[in-house]
């Protein structure tokens, strides 16, 4: 499978700007999307951006409009990063960050997940 790190977040006023960065190692050619999930004090984990090995994105109607995932994986490269940029920042996106990516690995072809270790973030005045 895959292994995930991830670096940047931290603490920021309202209205500020993040950038988080999470570098695949492994078998990343089995990669088929890579995303950002959040998870905020007493609430489910959920996804906020995602996106595919061929460019499609997908966003949460929260973060719309304010934040960005960008994907580094040249196939002739040996990584495989996703940076997820976050602008104009609320206080309601305080929670901890997780790295994801899923794919198919094998000659059955399973499914697998691969979470990071999480990075906290802090949006507060």
């Known amino acids: 499978q895959v292994q995930l790190v991830e670096s940047g977040g931290g603490l920021v006023q309202p209205g500020g700007s993040l950038r988080l960065s999470c570098a695949a190692s492994?078998?990343?050619?089995?990669?088929?999307?890579m995303g950002w999930y959040r998870q905020a004090p007493g609430k489910e984990r959920e996804l906020a951006a995602a996106?595919?090995?061929?460019?499609?994105?997908?966003?949460?109607?929260s973060v719309k409009g304010r934040f960005t995932i960008s994907r580094d994986n040249a196939r002739d490269s040996a990584k495989d990063t996703v940076e997820l940029q976050k602008t104009n920042l609320k206080p309601e996106d305080t929670a901890v960050y997780y790295c994801?990516?899923?794919?198919?690995?094998?000659?059955?072809?399973?499914?697998?997940?691969?979470w990071g270790q999480g990075t906290q973030d802090t949006v507060t005045s």
């Open positions: 994801h990516a899923a794919g198919l690995i094998g000659e059955g072809f399973t499914a697998y997940g691969s």
């Open positions: 996106v595919t090995t061929g460019g499609t994105q997908r966003y949460s109607d």
């Open positions: 492994g078998r990343i050619s089995s990669i088929l999307v």
